[in-house]
């Protein structure tokens, strides 16, 4: 494995390289949550390497565990940017191309902005995806805001990241903002081309399936939509179905050489 920093979106970030172990695999390029990091994936990345053959990155995004500090307040565009602008430069630093993007809840919606931006992509894998804000994700994000100023939260996320409160605050702030509700990616949608897994669990706190079955109507111009619903499975199903989602992965990259895109119809 090899670690170190990179230079994207005008900021420094850190990232671990797991070299490929099998020929002819893409990389796997994992796209963390709203407050993740490089370190909160634990052994996930590793574990899918392994499994996969593949070639697998995990980088923080700005603001995010060793990376840069946020100096300012996100935007309601903040995914936006990431996944049209900073990711490609990410990519283009540790000369990837086309790669499987692997990403959970912020980090999964990223990947779907990156692809409907036109980016080149062997594939998607999407867990727990937000295309638009629903009531249940208010509610728990609020919940996690309370939480955060009367548990030990802080110092459960603190091992993570640099500056603990900047993170989080960053990432719940804008959640919370009155103009985030409006906050909607479904119009990226159909311009995705490459195929797509989709990984939502049943008992997910910040969302419901109408988030993947969002995706598997509007991203009609894919090399096709693979549903995973999971049941005993919250937000994060690499942690509460890892074997699962493991051998999902595993068999959507065996099979992304069969996938042909279709003629756009939009």
Not at 213 to 221: K, L, P
């Amino acid at each position: 494995m090899h670690s170190g920093f990179l230079t994207a979106g005008g900021h420094r970030l850190e990232y671990q390289l797991i070299p490929a172990h099998q020929i002819n695999r893409p990389t796997l390029v994992l796209l963390h949550e709203g407050l993740g990091s490089v370190a909160m994936w634990r052994d996930f990345p590793a574990r899918l390497a392994a499994a996969t053959g593949c070639r697998t990155l995990v980088y923080s995004r700005y603001g995010y565990g060793q990376s840069d500090l946020l100096q300012e307040p996100f935007g309601t565009d903040y995914m936006h940017r990431e996944g049209r602008e900073t990711l490609p430069e990410v990519l283009a630093a540790l000369e990837i191309e086309n790669p499987v993007l692997v990403g959970h809840s912020d980090g999964a919606s990223i990947a779907l902005l990156h692809a409907g931006a036109g980016h080149p992509l062997a594939g998607l894998v999407v867990m727990a995806p937000h295309c638009f804000v629903e009531d249940i994700s208010i509610s728990s994000i609020a919940a996690a805001k309370v939480a955060f100023e009367t548990t030990d939260l802080p110092a459960k996320l603190g091992r993570y990241h640099r500056d603990v409160n900047r993170t989080f605050r960053g990432w719940n702030d804008i959640w919370l903002h009155p103009d985030f509700r409006a906050w909607n990616i479904e119009d990226c949608l159909p311009h995705i081309r490459c195929p797509i897994l989709a990984i939502q669990g049943e008992d997910d706190e910040y969302g419901t399936m109408a988030q993947v079955e969002a995706i598997a109507s509007g991203a009609r111009n894919s090399a096709g939509v693979e549903l995973l619903k999971l049941a005993d499975c919250r937000h994060s199903a690499h942690k509460d179905q890892t074997q699962a989602v493991i051998e999902a992965v595993n068999r959507f990259v065996e099979n992304l050489d069969l996938a042909v895109p279709p003629a756009p119809t939009f």
